[in-house]
């Protein structure tokens, strides 16, 4: 079991940034790839980025290059998301997730989620 916590979401103006956190504990961290995922309301939860269990690869939707940042530090079994340049479309849930198979642009490649956290951008 790996049990992930998501922090660092709030209201933000648009133009600003954000980095969201996760924490895991439970099993080693460092075993599991790791993605983000976001859900905005009343549409699908969507593929944002994600991470080798190394760190050393990263992979980002087409649409979230370059404002997005995903990074781990295995020392502290946690997984990060920077956003920047906040557009009001960004207002979402924002999930983490620890994947256990490939491909990690899809929902059923991860085993264990995080219970998320809200970001809205305000305009």
């Known amino acids: 079991q790996v049990q992930l916590v998501e922090s660092g979401g709030g209201l933000v103006q648009a133009g600003g940034s954000l980095r969201l956190s996760c924490a895991a504990s439970?099993?080693?961290?460092?075993?599991?790839?790791m993605g983000w995922f976001r859900q905005a309301p009343g549409k699908e939860r969507k593929f944002v980025a994600a991470?080798?269990?190394?760190?050393?690869?990263?992979y980002y939707a087409d649409s979230m290059k370059g404002r997005f940042t995903i990074s781990r530090d295995n020392a502290k079994n946690t997984a990060y998301l920077q956003i920047d340049s906040l557009d009001p479309e960004d207002t979402a849930i924002y999930y983490c997730?620890?994947?256990?198979?490939?491909?990690?642009?899809?929902?059923?490649?991860?085993?264990?989620w995080g219970q998320g956290t809200q970001v809205t951008v305000s305009s």
């Open positions: 439970g099993r080693a961290f460092e075993n599991y790839a």
């Open positions: 991470i080798s269990s190394s760190g050393g690869n990263t």
């Open positions: 997730a620890a994947a256990g198979v490939y491909p990690l642009t899809i929902k059923d490649a991860y085993g264990y």
